[in-house]
Structure formats: C-alpha cells, structure tokens
C-alpha cells in the first residue's frame, strides 16, 4: 500500500511550456484533490474530485486543468506555466464514511519552478 | 472573509513543556470538521488530529490533545511534554460538512520550535 504518490518530486519549466504533474492513490478512495502551498500561506485549493469523471474547481483554479478517468489517478495540467505558478504542489485523497475518523492523506509533494 | 486565523506566526518552547496552538474558525454550518497537520521540514503534511463539531468530548491522540470550544469558535492544540522532534510547521483546517465535500480550508500555519 503505497498511500498517494506523487511525480515528479522536483521540475524546472520555463514560462509558457506545459506540464503535468502526476498523482496516484491504491486506497480506493473516491475523493482526490490537489492543493498549491506559497510561502507565508497555507494550502488553497486548486481542484478537487469526488469521483472518476467528476471533477470541480476550488479556489485557485486559474491557469489548471484536471480530469479523473479512473478512481487511482487524478493528474493536474498546467497549459501555459507562468512565475506565479511557482510552487509546492500536494494532492491528496480521502474517503466519505460516516461514523469513522476523518483525515486526508497527503501526497509528499511536487515542488514546481517557473522561470 | 478568512475561515480559519492562526494569530502565531512563530513560536519557541523550551523542551518538555507542553505547549498550544491557537486556532480560530468561522463558519455558518452547524457541521463541521476541524483538522491539525504537521509538516517538517522535509515537507510532507502528517495528519495529528480531528474534531467534528458535534464530538462532545475533546480528541486526544497520544501526546496531541484538541481543545474545543465550540462558542468560542476556537480548535487549539495542545501538545503535551514536547520534544525536539516537534519542531515543525503546523496548520489548522476546517472542513464545511456538505454533501461530497472534502474541501479542506487551510489557516497560514504556526512555526514551532523546541529548545534544548
């Protein structure tokens, strides 16, 4: 049981290339969603999904595109990389199940570069 | 309007004691989750502990207490007889309990550090 992986650990882009960043979860959980941590702030939300072939935006969604084809995987576009998109990004995924301790698993993290 | 305030930048504790973090919240839902995280300095986000609002009594989790005060707004952790290996970032988050929502609203966190 790998719990939420996370490729690549580090990248260097250079304004205007594209990239995905890959994530992967073996818990079976429904709900993944991907997070971005500046400096001086907490995590905000980028997109989230609660499903294969669902998916919706949270609170920094410009300049990112999602899809979730299968319940494991949940990857996260960037179309057109620009400077303010420098930083760390985490997914993660959870499961909804009432009566039992809630938590978020979170991925180790991708830290990005945009030069 | 911010939904979760953790007024401590930074803080420094001598080895041993216990210490708290502060955490207020805002919300207008009656159900709610409410979450601590560490993250060291490797970077990775440890899950501590988890409050739903309508747990009457306080979480504890080993060395990790929450102390809830539901009128006051307010989900501060308690960590008791520190050790070095705390030292850490260290954040609060709420989840606003609706149907498939797992969103997770992040306070700016806390730095803690132990002293020997």
Redesign the interface.
């Known amino acids: 049981n790998a719990g939420v992986t996370q490729t690549p650990k580090f990248q260097v882009l250079k304004t205007g290339q594209s990239m995905t960043l890959q994530c992967a979860q073996d818990m079976n959980h429904e709900y993944m969603s991907w997070y971005r941590q500046d400096p001086g702030m907490g995590l905000r939300l980028i997109h989230y999904s609660v499903g294969a072939g669902i998916t919706d935006q949270g609170e920094v969604p410009n300049g990112y595109n999602v899809s979730r084809s299968t319940t494991e995987d949940f990857p996260l576009r960037l179309l057109s990389a620009a400077p303010s998109q420098t930083s760390v990004y985490f997914c993660a995924s959870s499961y909804v199940a009432s009566g039992e301790q809630e938590t978020q698993y979170f991925g180790p993290g991708t830290r990005l570069l945009v030069l | 309007a911010q939904k979760?305030t953790q007024t401590q930048p930074g803080m420094f504790v001598q080895e041993k004691e216990a210490v708290t973090l502060d955490c207020t919240y805002d919300t207008s839902d009656q159900s709610y989750?409410l979450?601590w995280?560490k993250q060291p300095s490797s970077?990775?986000?440890i899950?501590l502990i988890?409050q739903g609002s309508y747990d009457e009594q306080n979480a504890t989790e080993g060395r990790y207490s929450l102390n809830f005060q539901k009128a006051r707004k307010s989900a501060n952790l308690v960590i008791s007889a520190s050790q070095l290996g705390d030292s850490a970032m260290y954040?609060c988050?709420m989840?606003e309990d609706k149907f498939?929502n797992?969103?997770?609203?992040?306070?700016?966190?806390t730095r803690l550090t132990i002293i020997p």
């Open positions: 979760i989750g979450f995280y970077g990775e986000m899950f988890y954040f988050a989840r498939g797992e969103k997770l609203t992040f306070g700016t966190g």
